[in-house]
Nanobody, 119 residues
């Protein structure tokens, strides 16, 4: 079993920055894709950004140019640097990892961290 522990959420003013971290621990095979999702009240969970083991990245259009996803494979940790935050970025942010064995892919989720953007 793999556990994901997130940190870095909080309250920030519009235009501010936050950095989220998510570290995996436990019986890990090889984590392939790492990503961040978010869910605002009354809305569906959406993919914000993801990064492959090779470092290829995808972003939802609304965060391109403002958010940067990165990872440290040695630490099984993924980061999300969020700059120029807007009120519409407020949500619970969840990290997601795919742990791949030879035969199976296992999906793991963090517990969620609240990001509030308000003056």
């Amino acid at each position: 079993q793999v556990q994901l522990v997130e940190s870095g959420g909080g309250l920030v003013q519009p235009g501010g920055s936050l950095r989220l971290s998510c570290a995996a621990s436990g019986s890990i095979f090889s984590i392939s894709t790492m990503g961040w999702y978010r869910q605002a009240p009354g809305k569906e969970r959406e993919l914000v950004a993801r990064i492959t083991r090779a470092g290829n990245t995808d972003y939802v259009d609304s965060v391109k140019g403002r958010f940067t996803i990165s990872r440290d494979n040695a630490k099984n940790t993924v980061y999300l640097q969020m700059n120029t935050l807007k009120p519409e970025d407020a949500a619970v942010y969840y990290c997601h990892m795919i742990d791949s064995s030879e035969l199976y892919n296992f999906n793991y989720w963090g517990q969620g961290t609240q990001v509030t953007v308000s003056s």
